[in-house]
């Protein structure tokens, strides 16, 4: 990185005569070398680059040259739309009146050690520095990320729930729509939840609607697998196409999704509209004495997979 | 890439010198470990700020909430590791660890002299600085809405009630009301996470900008030749030296996040009158003081202003330019003399205070396992289960009983209460009550149940 960077000073530089040639304006130095390289003097508008070999002395005045007035201005323009225009304010007070600056510019260790060797410690501990840090950051970042993620993976319980009906209290192929009081968890809070499903009661095996969909396709999870009955298909309320609740209509017996008119059958085949999926049957069991309990699943929307969210 | 990234970026924003003036700044007789107490303190306060919002994520500002989302908090687990209660464990220890870096910090400068001319307005920001710590340490304590909290912020706030003319109002408004509730918290949430931040960085920023302006003070002895002579810039051998510093701390300050987590005590219960409150450590020391002054009023009106007074008129009263401090024998004796005290006090603060068991956490379980088998609950009540007959037992941890007395209550109870009809239970082995008695101390201390594992 040999680019020169400018320091702004500002004190008169002389002629050998003692004639003002203008006042320095910056100095010029490379960076990684810490070596001046010149001196940016303005006389009136324009900026001149006075090599250093031309400068005598070195005041907390004024800095002197061998520069003649006359051979002045044929020294190359400054052009500082090529340089840092730094604003005075930007330096700590005392910066520019820091002339021993021109001498002792170089850092302390440079000018023991040498360029080469200081600047190799230089770069060691350069490398130090980013191990430390990056070793403070991981060590930080990885908790926080597993923190932020603890929430958003905490494992959900299945839990079985009663909806307190009864299979023989149901009519046969026709979808009722049952709500039941449910609690949703979010972290700390439980909030109580009306949750609702849709029940459809088959004749038995031999119905050719018992058989939901999603388990013709091979979608379902072995617990919905484990949990299924002939005699009932319980369908989640939520289109899988981007969630809204598909309404059943009796006379063409069909499931609509108001939405974008997503349409089932009464085993959730879809057979129109956009949904990527048939509806989502969800596990249920039927005690001896055909009270229904069910677990209620939620399952990711827009994707042909049937995939449970946490 | 990375050539070219910087490339593109400093003809936009000028970074290279941005970078240059940020990190070649001279430090006058070279880099040196004395001088990264400022570094660590910024580091805590950025530490505090990350896990602080951290927190924030999970946390609910109600009465009804605080303390659940707090136990959450502590609950949350990510493969295995409880990262929950490491987050506040960072975040509690820090604010103590805050509070040392500073006082370190405030301590240094003063030794050094570097109050002095010109940098009179900069230890002005910095005493603004210290005012925040302790208001941030002050206005977090409640948050977790537990006895300690609860409690702690009744006596801290009542305090300020005693401010002639001005304090009722100002307790009141603070409060959000006469009592504490749902304001209280509220407002010392928002103070605790939006106005004191905003101040933080604010005064943190101008503490900062008026360093750069006015320079570093360097080293008490040397010509300024000298200095001059081995200057150094701040970038690379300080930075080093900083980043060490902070990787110290943020060692100690995750070994007692993970080996001392944080306690929750017992959600508040306004009507638990037998709590005595304890204050942060760090304001032992004015605890045990004010009980020596008498009247009240005086102690708890005059030392913070005297505080107050002594650190805001510091550097103009002291105005010799003379810095080392081996030349300021007053100024050094006094602050012997002041250390000592405050040390002196907080360890008789300490020694007044109810030590609570400390719980092995493994016993803990088992003890739990006894008293189950044991019948306890026939009698106790525990969290609004059990029987009537004993006391109930729900926060028995923190009243402070010693693992010796607990023992003694189990094989003969009589020789406490002579009325009592507790049966002796002599059949427990000497084991089973270490174990019962580590259960009793932690009751109403920790052990919660575990939110994230939902029935
Ligand atoms: S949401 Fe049902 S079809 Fe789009």
């Known amino acids: ?310 | 890439m990375g050539h070219k990234i910087f490339a593109y970026l400093d003809e936009r924003i000028r970074i290279s010198s941005l970078m240059g003036f940020l990190l070649n700044e001279p430090i006058p007789g070279g880099s040196r470990w004395a001088y990264i107490p400022g570094s660590m303190v910024f580091f805590v306060l950025i530490l505090q700020f990350v896990t602080g919002m951290m927190l924030a994520f999970y946390y609910g500002g109600t009465p009804d909430h605080a303390w659940d989302s707090v136990n959450y908090i502590d609950h949350l687990t990510y493969n295995g590791v409880a990262v929950g209660r490491l987050i506040r464990g960072i975040h509690y220890w820090g604010s103590s660890i805050m509070v040392i870096a500073v006082g370190i910090h405030l301590l240094q400068v003063f030794l050094w002299g570097a109050y002095k001319r010109p940098r009179e307005i900069m230890w002005l920001v910095g005493v603004l600085l210290l005012a925040l710590t302790m208001t941030a340490s002050f206005s977090g304590y409640l948050l977790p809405w537990d006895e300690r909290a609860y409690w702690g912020t009744i006596v801290g706030t009542n305090m300020i009630g005693l401010v002639p003319f001005v304090g009722e109002v100002i307790k009141d408004a603070i409060r959000g009301g006469v009592g504490l509730g749902a304001l209280t918290l509220s407002h010392f949430f928002t103070l605790h996470t939006m106005i004191l931040p905003t101040l933080f960085i604010l005064f943190v920023l101008l503490h900062m900008v008026i360093f750069r302006r006015v320079g570093p003070a360097g080293p008490f002895s040397g010509s300024p030749e000298k200095l001059e002579a081995t200057k150094d810039t701040f970038y690379p051998r300080q930075v080093l030296m900083d980043s060490f510093g902070m990787l110290a701390i943020f060692i100690v300050i995750l070994a007692l996040a993970v080996l001392r987590p944080p306690e929750l005590e017992s959600v508040a219960n306004p009507s638990n009158a037998a709590y005595s409150p304890t204050p942060a450590w760090y304001f032992d020391w004015i605890f045990e003081l004010l009980k020596l002054i008498r009247p009240e009023i005086v102690g708890v009106v005059g030392l913070p202003v005297l505080i107050a007074i002594v650190l805001v008129f510091l550097p103009f009263v002291d105005r010799k330019p003379v810095r080392s401090p081996f030349r300021r024998p007053i100024s050094v004796l006094s602050t012997l003399f002041v250390l000592s005290a405050m040390l002196g006090l907080s360890i008789m603060a300490e020694n007044g205070y109810k030590k609570l068991v400390d719980v092995d956490r493994v016993a803990m379980v088992r003890g739990q396992g006894v008293f189950n088998t044991a019948g306890c609950i026939g009698c106790h009540t525990l969290f609004g289960k059990g029987g009537k007959v004993g006391p109930d037992l729900s926060e028995e941890g923190l009243v402070g009983h010693s693992e010796h007395w607990l023992t003694v209550q189990f094989l003969n109870s009589k020789a406490h209460f002579p009325d009592s009809i507790m049966p002796d239970f002599t059949y427990l082995t000497p084991q089973q009550q270490h174990d019962l008695a580590m259960y009793i101390s932690s009751l109403g201390r920790m052990g919660w149940p575990d939110p994230t594992k939902t029935p």
């Open chain 1, 1 to 310: 990185m040999d680019k020169e960077v400018t320091y702004r000073v500002g004190i008169p530089v002389m002629g050998p005569r003692g004639e003002t040639l203008g006042r320095l304006e910056k100095v010029l130095l490379t960076e990684s070398r810490h070596l001046v390289t010149g001196l940016i003097v303005r006389a009136l508008e324009s900026l001149h680059i006075l090599p250093l070999d031309r400068v005598t002395e070195v005041s907390a005045s004024e800095i002197r040259t061998t520069v003649l007035p006359e051979e002045f201005h044929g020294f190359p323009v400054f052009d500082p739309t090529q340089y840092e225009e730094v604003p005075p304010w930007f330096f700590p007070p005392g910066h520019h009146i820091e002339l021993g600056a021109l001498v002792t510019i170089k850092p302390l260790d440079v000018r023991e050690q040498g360029e080469h060797e200081a600047m190799s410690r230089r770069a060691f501990m350069g490398r130090s520095v980013a191990i430390v840090a990056a070793a403070i950051g991981v060590s930080l970042l990885v908790p926080i990320g597993g923190y932020i993620m603890a929430a958003a993976t905490t494992p959900m319980k299945d839990s079985w729930r009663e909806l307190g009906v009864k299979l023989q209290d149901l009519p046969f192929d026709e979808p009722v729509g049952h709500s039941f009081r449910a609690v949703s968890v979010s972290g700390w809070m439980r909030v109580p939840e009306e949750k609702s499903v849709w029940l459809i009661r088959h004749s038995g095996a031999s119905d050719p609607a018992s058989e939901p969909e999603d388990q013709v396709l091979g979608l379902d999870s072995p617990l919905e697998l484990k949990d299924s009955d002939p005699r009932l298909t319980v369908l989640s309320p939520i289109c899988p196409h981007l969630g809204c609740e598909p309404q059943w209509h009796k006379g063409q017996k069909l499931f609509i999704c108001p939405c974008h008119h997503s349409i089932y059958q009464l085993n959730g085949n879809r057979i129109g509209g956009p949904a990527p999926r048939p509806m989502d049957t969800l596990p249920a069991r039927i005690a001896d004495d055909g009270a229904i309990s069910v677990i209620y699943e939620q399952f990711a929307i827009g994707i042909a997979a049937k995939k449970r969210l946490a």
